[in-house]
Structure formats: structure tokens, C-alpha cells
């Protein structure tokens, strides 16, 4: 059974996953900043200027994306930053991803890079301004 079908939800769903992703993203920064809505187990106090950084990049990259404004930017910016934090922060724990719990750094690695590829999908401000009319 072939699902070409789902190809016309393709920009509902890109948008989705840029949504969604977003979102998880923004939660990471804010937990480590504000301990909101938790916070992180594990953090230094006080943090190391190294994750004050990425955390402020995670809540302003995480808004762009959510919003969809500079997505392709953003997205890239963030791809960037999670293959950062596995390589710097992750891997040195454990060549293995389940063991060195740098399995959400990855994933977000990647989803960013395929967003900054894609672009915004629906429901952005980028394809409301006519800034990226990607599918």
C-alpha cells in the first residue's frame, strides 16, 4: 500500500514538526535558565558560561521557530548548536547515544537540518510575509 496520499499534508505537517519541535526546544532552554517548567537535574550552580549561552540560544531560536520567522536561519543555527552539545557535551560520557543520554541532542540536530532545508512549512510568519514560500 503506497501512501502518496499523505504528500498533499506535506506543509501542515512540516509545520507541525516545526511546531513541536520548537516547543521541545524553548522547554529545554527555559528548564536550564528558569527551571521552568522543571528544573534540569544535573545543572551546575552556577552554570558554566558555556550553558547560560545555549540556553539563551534555545529560547530565541526556539521562538523563531515557533513563530516561523527566519526559520531557515534559525533552524540552521540550531541543527548547529545540538551537534555542539552532543560532541562537547554528550559523547565524551560514552561513544553510545542511549548510554550518554545524547539521544535528544541528535534528533534535534537533524530535525533542524532538514527544517532549514524544507523551510517553515504552514503557519509561519515567513510564508505570511511571503519571506519563504516553501511548499
Not at 527555559?30 to 529560547?59: C, H, N, R, Y
Not at 553510545?96 to 527544517?115: E, K, R, S, T
Request: proline content about 7%; some cysteine; overall charge neutral.
Amino acid at each position: 500500500m503506497q501512501f502518496t496520499w499523505l504528500s498533499r499534508w506535506q506543509p501542515q505537517v512540516l509545520g507541525l514538526l516545526r511546531v513541536v519541535a520548537a516547543l521541545l526546544f524553548l522547554e529545554h532552554g527555559t528548564a536550564k535558565l528558569f527551571a521552568f517548567p522543571t528544573a534540569l537535574q544535573g545543572m551546575p550552580d552556577p552554570m558554566p558560561p558555556m550553558i547560560v549561552a545555549a540556553s539563551w540560544l534555545e529560547i530565541i531560536l526556539g521562538i523563531l521557530l515557533l513563530i516561523g520567522l527566519f526559520t531557515r536561519l534559525a533552524a540552521f543555527i540550531a541543527s548547529g548548536e545540538m551537534a555542539a552539545a552532543y560532541w562537547i557535551g554528550h559523547f565524551p560520557r560514552d561513544p553510545w547515544p542511549v548510554a550518554n543520554m545524547g539521544d535528544a541532542a541528535i534528533l534535534f540536530c537533524f530535525v533542524f537540518l532538514y527544517i532549514a532545508a524544507a523551510g517553515p512549512g504552514a503557519w509561519s510568519v515567513d510564508g505570511s510575509r511571503g519571506g519563504d514560500r516553501s511548499r
